[in-house]
Nanobody, 126 residues
Framework: VQLQASGGGLVKSGGSLRLSCTAS????????IGWSRQAPGKEREGVSC????????FYDDPVKGRFTISRDIAKNTVYLQMNDLRPEDSATYYC????????????????????WGQGTQVTVSS
């Protein structure tokens, strides 16, 4: 099982980036995929995820309306389109594999994710 995150970089405030998470060793239609991020000195936080069982999508409040998660089952890849980026979005972004279903919690049980990729750095300058 591998998760390869890419697409990070340096962008000015208000700019956009699209992160990609390519999975290998398993199929996206059998596992939920989520994105989390961690800034220096801060706790890791779940940003967004998409449930395998029903396609339900979650966004953490700080990114609602600016980030969009999507998946391409054929390419076994999940994307995170990030628009209107702000300096507080600067962090290392990780993609992870979660259970097929989390019941009423959908894909948001990030502590149950069993594999995480190596992360991609996003830096937003003001």
């Amino acid at each position: 099982v591998q998760l390869q995150a890419s697409g990070g970089g340096l962008v000015k405030s208000g700019g956009s980036l699209r992160l990609s998470c390519t999975a290998s060793g398993f199929s996206l239609d059998s596992y939920s995929i989520g994105w989390s991020r961690q800034a220096p000195g801060k706790e890791r936080e779940g940003v967004s995820c998409i449930s395998a069982s029903d396609g339900r999508i979650f966004y953490d409040d700080p990114v609602k309306g600016r980030f969009t998660i999507s998946r391409d089952i054929a390419k076994n890849t999940v994307y995170l389109q990030m628009n209107d980026l702000r300096p507080e979005d600067s962090a290392t972004y990780y993609c992870g594999r979660g259970p097929f279903t989390g019941g009423n919690y959908g894909c948001t049980l990030f502590y149950e994710y069993d594999h995480w990729g190596q992360g991609t750095q996003v830096t937003v300058s003001s």
